[in-house]
């Protein structure tokens, strides 16, 4: 070594710390790399990626071949220091400790630390070009590391140790939540929106979103024909339920535009409607929403009535309800239904007792609890364990609340507080 130059010795250092780095580098990325993005491009075709996955399938060989060449570069390079440090300074036992802590910081920073930052923060532009590099070393070191590899799958055995595989990562409903909030600009608002729904739709119940049954629009086949003439004419609706004697007695479904189609210009009368009603179709209370969406599919039907555990009719939920609760709402309402809440001048929401909490949590921005009552009214009563007077006043979930109207043993009208952390909320609606 005496006869090589110092500066080609100072050379051969710069590129033993540049191949530490590269391996270095490329264990990290390696490591740090999406690998749903990964299999997206293997798709793709991306011959890089193909490379990339075929490595990582195998993530002992791998991790063999990277640590194999930047422990035996590292050593190299510290035994090269020593060299130079004889030459320059002679058998000096200060002059060897200080070059051993140089090349410890000069690996440290420049083949360790700073590429492996570099590695994690570009994972991919590194990993997909650094493969074609690898596997061909893979291929030229395989006996060495095969061999490295027996002692450590042996001492695995021994620790009672099984390596996971890192190309069959699961995600978990709360780890594909997450992804979804933190994409950024990758997927717009509305996207992710409509995804945040679609994971929360085996959560919800078919009793979150139904119409309650003093909200639903139905004809008496009993009433006189003028009456089921001006019902009809004024149903907005294409589908009505029918009942005989009580609301709650449904004994079918008309389609209005079919009725017209029979009654042509006669008046409309009970056998009308026993002539194309079919019968109702009823589901429990408590059904998950996914699986009536799975249910309207398999029947080929868009409306069905919810009944509790005594038969009781609790309200009607449509295939619309579900698509709006994926997507938010688009289809109009009747105009004969007042608005549910309504903005007043002091910033307050005038809101009807019977809305729906979920309701009011999605288009208003409240927080109240979903995994009890239903409505607003079932959760002021069973707060207070009593039916309210007017102008009472109280807090439920920090949200301050007055009561305005009581009617029936029910709460027909509550004043609600603005949300702290709303921005924007529309004027009024339903």
């Known amino acids: 070594m005496d006869d090589i130059p110092l500066s080609t010795q100072f050379i051969a250092l710069g590129v033993l710390l540049l191949v530490s780095a590269f391996f270095s580098i490329a264990e990290t990325s390696m490591m740090a790399l999406n690998r749903y993005r990964l299999k997206a491009l293997v798709r793709l075709g991306n011959r890089g990626a193909k490379l990339t996955a075929g490595l ?71 990993a997909l070009p650094a493969a074609f590099v690898l596997k061909p070393l893979l291929k030229a070191l395989y006996p060495v590391v095969w061999f490295v590899n027996l002692f450590v799958q042996t001492l695995l055995w021994l620790l009672r140790l099984k390596p996971a595989d890192a190309t069959e990562s699961k995600l978990t409903p709360e780890e594909l939540r997450t992804l979804v909030l933190e994409a950024g600009n990758y997927i717009p608002k509305k996207h992710q929106s409509i995804l945040l729904n679609l994971f929360d739709l085996e959560s919800i119940t078919v009793d979150d979103v139904m119409t309650p049954r003093s909200q639903i629009e139905a004809v008496d086949i009993d009433a006189p024909p003028e009456v089921l003439r001006q019902q009809i ?71 069905c009535f919810v009944v509790d555990e005594y038969g009781e009719l609790m309200g009607l939920l449509t295939l619309e309800d579900i698509v709006e609760e994926l997507i938010g709402e688009f289809a109009t309402h009747s105009p004969l239904q007042p608005a549910r809440f309504h903005r007043q001048a002091d910033g307050t929401y005038l809101v009807e007792g019977g809305s729906l909490l979920r309701e009011l949590n999605r288009k208003l921005g409240y927080r109240f609890p979903l995994d009890g009552p239903k409505t607003l009214n079932g959760l002021i009563i069973e707060h207070l364990q009593d039916i309210p007077e007017p102008g009472v006043s109280l807090k439920i979930g920090g949200q301050t609340m007055e009561i305005v109207q009581t009617q029936d043993r029910v709460v027909k009208a509550v004043r609600l507080a603005a949300p702290a952390d709303l921005d924007t909320v529309p004027i009024s609606g339903r």
């Open 233 to 303: 004419a004024t149903a907005y609706h294409r589908r009505l339920p029918v009942y005989q004697g009580q609301p709650e007695n449904i004994i079918g479904i008309i389609l209005v535009r079919r009725l017209l189609t029979v009654s042509q210009n006669d008046e409309i009368r009970a056998a009308h409607l026993r002539e194309i009603m079919r019968e109702p179709y009823f589901i429990p209370s408590g059904t998950p929403l996914f699986t009536q969406l799975q249910q309207f599919q398999e029947h080929q039907d868009r409306l």
């Open 56 to 126: 990582l399938a195998q993530t002992d060989r791998l991790l063999g071949v990277i640590l194999l060449g930047n422990n035996l570069v590292n050593a190299a390079a510290a035994v090269l220091v020593s060299i130079i440090t004889v030459r320059l300074f002679g058998e000096n036992e200060i002059a060897l400790a200080l070059g051993t802590l140089v090349v410890t910081f000069l690996i440290l920073v420049f083949s360790e630390i700073t590429p492996k930052i570099i590695g994690a923060g570009h994972a991919e532009q590194i």
